[in-house]
């Protein structure tokens, strides 16, 4: 199994653009989630996906983020529009009935 | 409500020596306890995890952690660190008994692991 495929690895916008991030968690997992890193508050949940489904949304920030799963094996999480104090590395992760995660490489976003 | 500590923001420890990177938790009900490692410009990867059984739970690169109720605590270990140890250290717990559908990990802020030659 290849793991959790994000693209891109990383991305340079100009504020006010539209950015969308990608997520192809492993064959089977059940569960996704979106984190997003930064140096100031550190790991952040953002939103989770249980069966397609989103089941908590609690953390987006604000409504410029959104995140959808159209089907097992992919999301995307969309800001628009991107705003600088958005630059971070944006994690997918991926599950099977709550045994641990599965991390993707992550997708470094900087808005300039 | 689930929550960890890591109380140390930076542990330093010298080559050979043992390595403690403290963790406690809070759940209403019976843990889930993980540990992850995040090395610089990569995604976290899994350690090692306590279910259910033994307290001292065995992971990769020859770290392993001991589950204690009573402390609610599981601190990682190992025996003798090398210098590739050095990175990032989480620790996530979640409850066992959570909602059908609700596998969400609560992670701690993370500990700054440095290996000094």
């Known amino acids: 199994d290849a793991g959790v495929i994000q693209s891109p690895r990383h991305e340079v916008t100009e504020m006010g653009q539209e950015v969308t991030l990608r997520c192809k968690p492993i064959s089977g997992h059940n569960s996704l989630f979106w984190y997003r890193q930064t140096m100031m508050r550190g790991l952040e949940l953002l939103i989770y996906f249980n069966n397609n489904v989103p089941i908590d949304d609690s953390g987006m920030p604000e409504d410029r983020f959104s995140a959808k799963m159209p089907n097992a094996s992919f999301s995307t999480l969309k800001i628009q529009p991107s705003e600088p104090r958005d630059s971070a590395v944006y994690f997918c992760?991926?599950?099977?009935?709550?045994?641990?995660?599965?991390f993707g490489s992550g997708t470094r976003l900087t808005v300039v | 409500a689930q929550s960890v500590a890591q109380p140390e923001d930076q542990v330093k420890v010298a080559e050979g020596n043992p390595l403690t990177v403290k963790c406690t938790y809070s759940v209403s009900g019976n843990p889930y306890l993980f540990w992850y490692v995040q090395y610089p410009n990569r995604g976290l990867q899994f350690l090692l995890k306590y279910i259910t059984g033994d307290n001292l739970v065995k992971g990769s690169y020859g770290f392993e952690a001991e589950f204690n109720k009573s402390q609610t605590s599981f601190h990682l270990k190992k025996p003798s660190a090398l210098v590739s140890d050095s990175a990032l250290y989480f620790c996530a717990v979640r409850d066992r008994y959570s909602g059908a559908g609700s596998y969400q990990l609560t992670f701690g802020k993370g500990t700054k692991l440095s290996v000094i030659p």
């Open positions: 992760a991926s599950s099977f009935g709550g045994d641990g995660y599965t």
